[in-house]
C-alpha cells in the first residue's frame, strides 16, 4: 500500500522549505505507516535547513509528530491499525548498551540511522522516483510516514494528537532536562537561558520539580512574558544589560543551583555556567553549530565543584517519559495548549519556519487534519 502525500522538504541549504507530493512506501518487517494528525516545527528542522545539523538534503523534515496507524508490516506484535502514536526522534533498539542501561536517548541504533530507517534503506521518494532522506529517522511532516516501531510510542487515544505531538521533542526536550538530567530539587534556583519552545519546557519542567525560583533569560520581551506563564518568577532581558552573568548573580543572591541553555551558542553555555553557585550544575540543552566553541575556568570545576554537562532530548525513556507527560497535562500540571501559539496547513509550511526563525511562536504546529 503505497501513498501520495504532501511532505515538507529541504531541498538545499540556507534556501526556503518546499513543499512536495511524494511517495510514501508500505511498512516492511517491524514498521508501521501512520497518517499524521499534528507536526511540530521545531528549530531543529530549521538547523537542518542551514547546516547547523548536517542532514545531507534532500530530506523531508520533521521528527515532532503524531497520528493514526493505518498498516503495519511484519512481526509487528505491539502495534495495530487505529493506534495513536507520537514519533521518538531517538530509536530505541533495546539491545545496545545504552538501551540496556536505561538510556535509550543515547542508542547506538539512532546515531547510525539519522537520516533513514534502522536497517538504512528509505521509504520515501520523490515523483521521479528518486531517494528523499528523513529527518532523524521520522520525516514526519508530511501526510504519510513509514517509521520502524522503535521511533514511535503509543499513547492514550483520548489524548488530542496535536498536543500529543509537542511532546514528540520541545516538551520532552526541555521539561526532560530539568527533571530527569539536572533532577532539580524542590526549593532550588534555576536560571534558563533562551525563552523558544524548549526554553518555556525547561522552565515549566522546573516548576513542576519545585525550583522556587525560577529566572527567565532572553532577548525578546515578548518571549519572556510568556516565561512567566510558563512557571518564571523572574525575567532578564540580556539585551539590556551590560554583564548578565553578573546581573544574574546578585539577583539570585550568589548564584543558581541549576542553569539551563537552551539557545545552541556556546557563549551562552559559558553565561549559563558562569552563574552557578557551589556545588550548581549547568545543563546544555540547545544545538550548537559544529564550529561553535566556548572556554571556562577549568580550576572553577574543581574548588567549586561545579558540573557542566548535556542533556540530549531530555535524557528521555520515551515509552516510560510520554506517558507521564500526559498524565501531567492531564492533571493540569503541564502546559501543552499554551505552547501552540500558531496552527498551519502544510501549504503553509514556509510560513511557519519564517515565523519560527523570527521568533514570532512558542511553537508552530502543521495541522493535518
Avoid: W
Avoid at 526522534?89 to 540511522?113: E, H, I, N, W
Avoid at 534503506?121 to 529527518?135: C, K, V, Y
Avoid at 516548576?207 to 506563564?229: Q, S, Y
Avoid at 510560513?351 to 511553537?363: I, L, P, S, V
Amino acid at each position: 500500500m503505497e501513498q501520495k502525500a504532501k511532505a515538507v522538504i529541504c531541498r538545499e541549504i540556507n534556501q526556503p522549505v518546499v513543499v512536495e507530493e511524494i511517495l510514501v512506501e508500505a511498512p516492511r518487517r517491524g514498521e508501521v505507516m501512520i497518517k499524521l494528525a499534528a507536526c511540530g516545527v521545531c528549530h531543529s528542522d530549521l538547523s537542518a535547513t542551514n547546516g547547523t545539523i548536517p542532514f545531507p538534503p534532500p530530506v523531508v523534515l520533521g521528527h515532532e509528530g503524531a497520528g493514526k496507524i493505518i498498516a503495519v508490516g511484519e512481526v509487528v506484535t505491539d502495534y495495530k491499525v487505529g493506534d495513536h502514536v507520537v514519533s521518538s526522534f531517538v530509536s530505541m533498539c533495546g539491545k545496545c548498551r545504552y538501551c540496556q542501561t536505561g538510556r535509550p536517548q543515547l542508542c547506538d541504533q539512532a546515531g547510525k540511522a539519522a537520516t533513514t530507517l534502522p536497517d538504512g534503506t528509505l521509504r520515501t521518494r520523490d515523483l521521479a522516483g528518486n531517494p528523499l532522506n528523513i529527518f532523524s529517522g521520522c520525516g514526519v511532516m508530511a501526510e504519510y510516514a513509514t517509521l520502524h516501531i522503535d521511533n514511535v510510542v503509543k499513547v492514550d487515544q483520548q489524548m488530542p494528537l496535536d498536543k500529543a505531538a509537542l511532546i514528540g521533542c520541545g516538551v520532552m526536550t526541555g521539561v526532560g532536562a530539568a527533571v530527569n538530567t539536572a533532577k532539580v530539587d524542590p526549593g532550588s534556583i534555576a536560571v534558563v537561558f533562551g525563552c523558544g519552545g524548549v526554553g518555556l519546557n525547561t522552565i515549566q519542567g522546573s516548576a513542576i520539580a519545585g525550583a522556587r525560583m525560577i529566572v527567565a533569560v532572553d532577548t525578546n520581551d515578548g518571549k519572556l512574558e510568556m516565561a512567566r506563564k510558563f512557571g518564571a518568577t523572574h525575567v532578564v532581558n540580556s539585551k539590556n544589560e551590560e554583564n548578565v552573568v553578573k546581573t544574574i548573580l546578585k539577583l539570585t543572591d550568589g548564584g543558581a543551583d541549576y542553569a539551563f541553555e537552551c539557545v545552541g551558542l556556546g557563549e551562552i553555555a559559558a553565561q549559563a555556567y558562569g552563574v552557578l553557585r557551589k556545588g550548581g550544575t549547568a545543563v546544555v540543552v540547545g544545538v550548537a553549530g559544529p564550529k561553535d566553541m566556548t572556554s571556562i575556568r577549568t580550576a572553577s570545576l574543581t574548588f567549586g565543584e561545579k558540573t557542566l554537562t548535556g542533556s540530549y532530548f531530555g535524557s528521555a525513556r520515551p515509552r516510560e517519559d510520554f506517558p507521564r507527560l500526559i498524565g501531567l497535562y492531564r492533571a493540569h500540571r503541564l502546559k501543552l495548549d499554551e505552547l501552540i501559539s500558531h496552527t498551519y496547513t502544510i501549504d503553509q509550511a514556509p510560513q511557519a519556519f519564517a515565523d519560527m526563525q523570527a521568533g514570532r511562536n512558542a511553537r508552530g504546529v502543521i495541522i493535518f487534519e
